[in-house]
């Protein structure tokens, strides 16, 4: 097991090319802090590519970011606050709920399609990857995209990069689109709805013209939890939507939407940072111990009888929603899960609701034995099969990283 | 003109009976062989191309797509997908020895979903069918090219399509959550769906876009949007492009995204203003049209704003509109611009490149340039929020080598665009037109990489060859493994 440490993206593709060359094979690591999401790797060496960080470029009038593949998403969220830009998708961090210190890198956020609260009006990292460049399973360095916002020249790679876990092509530099930041925003917090109540009125409101920008629903238990004091002080369940915008736009539709709705209390801007973060990054609003963490994207409407199959399973489980119902998150007991980490009930329970299930915290042992990611079946695994030798025939990036041979 | 692959002279000596098979999968008026009514089908948008197809099939299923490209497949017969025939990029153009498989027929509204926000429709439904069907709710389909009346749902997803408001609510791919498609083998596969994200990799993101070649679109499910309550539009006057594009980055970096962001040069402003009469300042080198919607407050407060960074950049005009018809009426000006162009000139030819937005003004002095050069003129019209440039050379067909002198200014267009760090198409796509440009954005490694992708769906190259790539697949030796076996070593790596 060696670790190779490349300067630059030439170097890294001397890396892979050799590995090709031998047959070896290796796991792609930046910052380290998700190393712990997919499959345990299996790989003959490591490849660091941490030192190729750093902002290439930024221009703020134009929408545009370009930053090399490992450069800290602190760094990069840093230079965007001072200008008053953000990356729109909102990319949590999971270093608590992961259990890793490392470092959350860009590569990272992309490999893994990151988003955040405000994916229900704003979409994913896929939704703002404009182009790269990378290595592929040869050694060669190669381009896709542009740096401009707008570009249909080719196939859209940036869409198959980004949630490829790194195992089409290492990552070394990216262009992102970027947004304005919102000048402020507030979240109306509505009490005690049962989950058949709540999720419906979740996506009422997001059918409303108010352009709410994050719906989440914590039951009772989980609100308990939470670190945001007019979250946790309530008795019952606590049912929660951002509004983002203008000020005077701000108010406007946050009375639009109490007057739909319901009143409730109000969390003003400091607050409502910090409760969405915390519903982003998950850890502290489920239970701590011993958990299997499951990651359920089901058709919003059914999620309110998914966790009900869910909980019927499991007497442990614990769930909360965000995205209008289409995220929940799921904590097990360990021992309750069993050595699958649950994965046959869950998946049943999910089933009808169509979607997929992600076990994203679980031991490696378990997550060797389990898909982690949703099984594939037939025609559609045959496909994605022959996409993964178009970039990497034989297997040297991060292998089995998704699915078997994956 | 650019070249077609040959045709395959097998192919065509057994066209007869490849008609009597494709007349078993798709009986009746489905299968049009008459050279008269293939006519129809000989051109997309971008007519300076044409070309007979071989024959052409309206399938009504998908079981029917799947037979059909089974047979294809078997028999090595090329497939050319068609949608509403409205691509200027020649997406759409036939070929001589293929089948042209139009969607037209598959033009049903599946499912509403109100409270997820979804509509499933078959891919020959129109852009705007799909606002139609939904704005009783309140609800709205966003990417709204100006073809949207015409041009097809499958057809804006092979494109991915943009529009007016792309810049604030995503272009199709941003908009599209779920796709059935059949590969050209004849295997029918569902990507997506009404939930966020899917399983393994993102080969729905992969397709929006592919123009026709990775697979053929048979249902389509978009997330709609809820309609905004107001927008009111601004139509401001600039005495240079380079100070409306310097006003269109002051309102970007004063965090304001506005629904539309346009603007016309003083051509485009006096050829619509003529044809429209929508009260255009035509003392004005530059028009900027800036639309803000929302709820009326915000609106109202976003108006104020723009107008007064408009003030700060030398507007010399400013109007905000007062009402619904008012709105409309400085947008028809702008939505008229290429019949309004029409007008003035036999012919015109629709670029489409995209550059970083602060290099207009070069770019704009550089294309005046080549107009003196080419001896032709040019209309701009700009989705300026984005950096999508559409220049409309003025030409007359009739007037031997002009259209050659326009194809050549538009190639020349788009190579500038590239040059100052831009890219060959914004949203129109390449297909035939820029396929030879390919290589001023990309390497052969980076050609080779996108076109082993096409190998994972499409082996043998069947469908719509000859586009986008300016050279043919060779999946063979595209999937062979070159490696370099003992010549390496890393001298100056550091190891652990
Ligand atoms: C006046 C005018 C204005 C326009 N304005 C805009 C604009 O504002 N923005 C913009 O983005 N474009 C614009 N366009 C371009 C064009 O309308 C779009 O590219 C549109 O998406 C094409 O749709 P279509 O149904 O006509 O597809 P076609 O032209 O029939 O086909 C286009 C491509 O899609 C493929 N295709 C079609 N259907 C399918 C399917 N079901 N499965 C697989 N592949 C398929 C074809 O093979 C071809 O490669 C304009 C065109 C015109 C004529």
């Given at each position: 097991m060696?670790?190779?440490?490349?300067?630059d993206?030439?170097?890294?593709?001397?890396?892979?090319?050799?590995a090709?060359?031998?047959?070896?094979?290796?796991?792609?690591?930046a910052?380290?802090?998700?190393?712990?999401?997919g499959?345990?790797?299996?790989?003959d060496?490591?490849l660091?590519?941490?030192?190729?960080?750093?902002?290439?470029?930024?221009?703020p009038?134009?929408?545009?970011?370009?930053a090399?593949?490992a450069?800290?998403?602190?760094e990069?969220?840093?230079?965007?606050?001072?200008?008053?830009q953000?990356?729109?998708?909102?990319?949590?961090?999971?270093?608590?709920?992961?259990?890793?210190?490392?470092e959350?890198?860009?590569?990272?956020?992309?490999a893994?399609n990151?988003?955040?609260?405000r994916r229900v009006r704003?979409?994913?990292a896929r939704?703002y990857?404009?182009?790269?460049?990378?290595?592929?399973g040869?050694?060669e360095?190669w381009?896709?995209?542009?740096?401009?916002?707008k570009?249909v020249?080719g196939?859209d790679?940036?869409?198959?990069?980004?949630?490829?876990?790194g195992?089409l092509?290492v990552?070394?530099e990216?262009?992102l689109?970027?947004?304005p930041?919102?000048?402020?925003?507030?979240?109306?917090l509505?009490?005690?709805?049962?989950?058949?109540?709540a999720?419906p009125?979740?996506?009422r409101?997001l059918?409303?013209?108010?352009?709410v920008?994050?719906?989440a629903?914590?039951?009772?238990?989980?609100?308990?939890?939470?670190a945001?004091?007019?979250?946790?002080?309530g008795?019952?369940?606590v049912?929660?939507?951002?509004?983002?915008?203008?000020?005077?736009?701000?108010?406007?539709?946050?009375?639009?939407i109490?007057?739909?709705?319901?009143?409730?209390?109000?969390?003003?801007?400091?607050?409502?940072?910090?409760l969405?973060?915390?519903i982003?990054?998950?850890?502290g609003?489920?239970?701590?111990?011993?958990?299997?963490v499951?990651?359920?994207?089901p058709?919003?409407?059914s999620?309110p009888?998914?966790?009900?199959a869910?909980?019927a399973q499991f007497?442990?489980?614990?769930?909360f929603?965000d995205w209008g119902g289409g995220?929940?998150?799921?904590?097990?007991?360990?021992d309750e899960?069993?050595?699958?980490?649950?994965?046959?009930?869950?998946?049943?329970?999910?089933?009808?609701a169509?979607?997929?299930?992600t076990?994203?915290?679980?031991?490696?042992?378990?997550?060797?034995?389990?898909?982690?990611?949703?099984?594939?079946?037939?025609?559609?695994a045959?496909?994605?099969?022959?996409?993964?030798?178009g970039?990497?025939?034989?297997?040297v990036?991060?292998?089995?990283?998704?699915?078997?041979?994956? | 003109?650019?070249?077609?692959?040959?045709?395959d002279?097998?192919?065509?000596?057994r066209?007869?009976?490849?008609?009597?098979?494709?007349?078993?999968?798709?009986?009746?008026e489905g299968?049009?062989?008459?050279e008269?009514e293939?006519?129809a089908?000989?051109?997309?948008?971008?007519?300076?191309?044409?070309?007979?197809p071989?024959?052409?099939?309206?399938?009504?299923t998908t079981?029917?797509?799947?037979?059909?490209?089974?047979?294809?497949?078997?028999?090595?017969?090329?497939?050319?997908?068609?949608?509403a025939?409205?691509?200027?990029?020649?997406?759409?153009?036939?070929?001589?020895?293929g089948?042209?498989?139009?969607?037209?027929?598959?033009?049903?509204?599946l499912?509403?979903?109100?409270a997820?926000?979804?509509?499933?429709?078959?891919?020959?439904?129109?852009?705007?069918?799909?606002?139609?069907?939904?704005?009783a709710?309140?609800?709205?389909?966003?990417?709204?090219?100006?073809?949207?009346?015409?041009?097809?749902?499958?057809?804006n997803?092979a494109?991915?399509?943009?529009?007016?408001?792309?810049?604030?609510?995503?272009?199709?791919?941003?908009?599209v959550?779920?796709?059935?498609?059949?590969?050209?083998?004849?295997e029918?596969?569902?990507?997506?769906?009404k939930?966020?994200?899917?399983?393994?990799?993102?080969?729905?993101?992969?397709?929006?876009?592919?123009e026709g070649?990775?697979?053929?679109?048979?249902?389509?499910?978009?997330?709609?949007?809820?309609?905004?309550?107001?927008?009111?539009?601004?139509?401001?006057g600039?005495?240079?492009v380079?100070?409306?594009?310097d006003?269109?980055?002051?309102?970007?970096?004063?965090?304001?995204i506005?629904?539309?962001?346009?603007?016309?040069?003083?051509?485009?402003?006096e050829a619509?203003e003529?044809?429209?009469?929508a009260?255009?300042?035509?003392d004005?080198?530059?028009?900027?049209i800036?639309?803000?919607?929302?709820?009326?407050?915000?609106v109202?407060h976003?108006?104020?704003?723009?107008?007064?960074?408009?003030?700060?950049h030398?507007?010399?005009?400013?109007?905000a509109?007062?009402?619904?018809?008012?709105?409309?009426?400085?947008?028809?000006?702008?939505?008229?611009?290429?019949?309004?162009?029409?007008?003035?000139s036999p012919d015109?030819?629709?670029?489409?490149?995209t550059?970083?937005?602060k290099?207009i003004g070069?770019v704009?002095?550089?294309m005046k340039?080549?107009?003196?050069?080419?001896?032709l003129?040019?209309?701009n019209?700009?989705?300026?929020?984005?950096?999508?440039?559409h220049?409309?050379?003025?030409?007359?067909?009739n007037?031997?080598?002009?259209?050659?002198?326009?194809?050549a200014f538009?190639?020349?267009?788009?190579?500038?665009?590239?040059e100052?760090?831009g890219?060959?198409?914004?949203?129109?796509?390449?297909?035939?037109?820029k396929?030879?440009l390919?290589?001023?954005?990309?390497n052969?490694i980076?050609?080779?990489?996108q076109?082993?992708?096409?190998?994972?769906?499409?082996?043998?190259s069947?469908?719509?060859?000859?586009?986008?790539?300016?050279q043919?697949?060779r999946?063979?030796e595209l999937?062979?493994?070159h490696?370099?076996a003992?010549?390496?070593s890393?001298?100056?790596?550091?190891r652990?």
């Amino acid at each position: 097991m060696t670790v190779f440490q490349p300067s630059d993206a030439a170097e890294a593709a001397e890396v892979v090319a050799w590995a090709a060359a031998e047959g070896q094979s290796l796991e792609i690591v930046a910052g380290g802090s998700k190393r712990g999401l997919g499959r345990p790797p299996r790989a003959d060496h490591r490849l660091d590519v941490s030192r190729l960080a750093g902002i290439v470029d930024y221009d703020p009038a134009e929408l545009i970011l370009t930053a090399r593949a490992a450069t800290p998403m602190a760094e990069i969220e840093a230079e965007l606050k001072a200008k008053r830009q953000m990356l729109a998708f909102e990319p949590p961090d999971w270093r608590g709920l992961m259990g890793g210190d490392g470092e959350p890198t860009l590569g990272g956020v992309l490999a893994c399609n990151f988003a955040g609260p405000r994916r229900v009006r704003a979409g994913a990292a896929r939704d703002y990857f404009l182009g790269f460049s990378a290595i592929n399973g040869w050694g060669e360095v190669w381009k896709a995209g542009g740096k401009v916002v707008k570009n249909v020249t080719g196939y859209d790679m940036c869409k198959l990069q980004a949630g490829a876990h790194g195992t089409l092509s290492v990552l070394t530099e990216a262009t992102l689109k970027v947004m304005p930041r919102p000048e402020t925003a507030c979240t109306i917090l509505l009490e005690g709805m049962a989950d058949e109540i709540a999720i419906p009125e979740l996506l009422r409101a997001l059918n409303t013209p108010y352009e709410v920008s994050a719906a989440a629903h914590l039951p009772a238990s989980v609100a308990r939890r939470s670190a945001v004091e007019g979250v946790a002080q309530g008795l019952g369940a606590v049912t929660a939507l951002r509004l983002e915008g203008p000020a005077p736009s701000v108010a406007f539709r946050a009375n639009a939407i109490e007057s739909l709705l319901g009143h409730g209390l109000r969390l003003a801007a400091a607050e409502t940072e910090r409760l969405w973060a915390e519903i982003g990054q998950v850890r502290g609003l489920l239970p701590s111990g011993r958990q299997r963490v499951w990651r359920l994207c089901p058709t919003p409407t059914s999620a309110p009888v998914v966790s009900n199959a869910l909980r019927a399973q499991f007497d442990s489980a614990e769930a909360f929603y965000d995205w209008g119902g289409g995220l929940i998150w799921l904590g097990l007991d360990a021992d309750e899960a069993g050595p699958d980490g649950g994965a046959s009930r869950v998946r049943a329970a999910m089933r009808e609701a169509g979607g997929h299930s992600t076990l994203v915290v679980a031991p490696d042992d378990v997550r060797a034995r389990t898909a982690v990611f949703e099984p594939l079946h037939g025609a559609l695994a045959a496909l994605m099969k022959r996409v993964k030798s178009g970039f990497d025939p034989r297997g040297v990036l991060n292998p089995g990283r998704m699915h078997e041979g994956q | 003109m650019i070249a077609m692959p040959p045709a395959d002279q097998a192919v065509l000596a057994r066209r007869a009976e490849i008609v009597v098979a494709l007349r078993r999968i798709v009986p009746g008026e489905g299968v049009i062989d008459a050279e008269h009514e293939r006519r129809a089908f000989e051109c997309d948008g971008l007519t300076a191309y044409r070309q007979l197809p071989m024959v052409v099939v309206l399938p009504e299923t998908t079981a029917q797509v799947v037979e059909v490209l089974r047979y294809c497949s078997a028999n090595n017969v090329k497939v050319v997908p068609r949608g509403a025939g409205t691509s200027l990029s020649g997406g759409a153009l036939p070929l001589e020895d293929g089948v042209l498989l139009g969607l037209g027929k598959f033009n049903r509204i599946l499912e509403i979903d109100i409270a997820n926000r979804c509509v499933v429709v078959q891919p020959g439904v129109t852009n705007l069918g799909i606002t139609h069907a939904v704005q009783a709710h309140g609800l709205y389909y966003a990417p709204d090219p100006s073809s949207q009346i015409a041009c097809t749902i499958g057809g804006n997803v092979a494109e991915n399509s943009g529009g007016v408001h792309c810049l604030k609510y995503g272009l199709t791919t941003n908009n599209v959550v779920g796709i059935e498609m059949v590969t050209m083998d004849g295997e029918a596969v569902r990507l997506g769906g009404k939930h966020f994200d899917a399983s393994g990799y993102d080969l729905l993101g992969v397709m929006v876009g592919s123009e026709g070649m990775l697979g053929v679109v048979t249902e389509v499910t978009v997330r709609v949007l809820p309609t905004p309550p107001g927008a009111r539009a601004l139509m401001i006057g600039f005495p240079s492009v380079e100070g409306a594009g310097d006003c269109v980055a002051a309102v970007i970096g004063d965090g304001i995204i506005p629904g539309g962001m346009e603007i016309m040069d003083r051509l485009a402003i006096e050829a619509a203003e003529a044809f429209v009469h929508a009260g255009y300042p035509l003392d004005a080198d530059a028009l900027l049209i800036v639309e803000l919607d929302g709820c009326e407050a915000e609106v109202d407060h976003l108006i104020a704003a723009v107008e007064a960074i408009a003030a700060r950049h030398g507007a010399t005009s400013c109007r905000a509109s007062q009402s619904e018809e008012e709105r409309l009426l400085f947008w028809a000006g702008r939505k008229a611009a290429f019949p309004a162009v029409g007008r003035i000139s036999p012919d015109y030819y629709c670029m489409d490149g995209t550059i970083p937005r602060k290099r207009i003004g070069d770019v704009l002095l550089r294309m005046k340039q080549m107009e003196a050069r080419y001896g032709l003129r040019a209309a701009n019209v700009f989705h300026a929020g984005d950096g999508n440039l559409h220049p409309l050379i003025l030409y007359d067909a009739n007037k031997p080598g002009e259209l050659e002198r326009a194809e050549a200014f538009g190639s020349d267009i788009l190579r500038l665009c590239v040059e100052v760090g831009g890219v060959l198409t914004g949203e129109h796509g390449v297909g035939v037109e820029k396929r030879d440009l390919m290589d001023t954005m990309f390497n052969e490694i980076d050609l080779n990489q996108q076109q082993r992708l096409k190998c994972a769906f499409d082996e043998k190259s069947l469908l719509n060859p000859g586009k986008v790539f300016p050279q043919l697949c060779r999946c063979a030796e595209l999937g062979r493994m070159h490696v370099r076996a003992g010549q390496l070593s890393f001298p100056n790596l550091p190891r652990f």
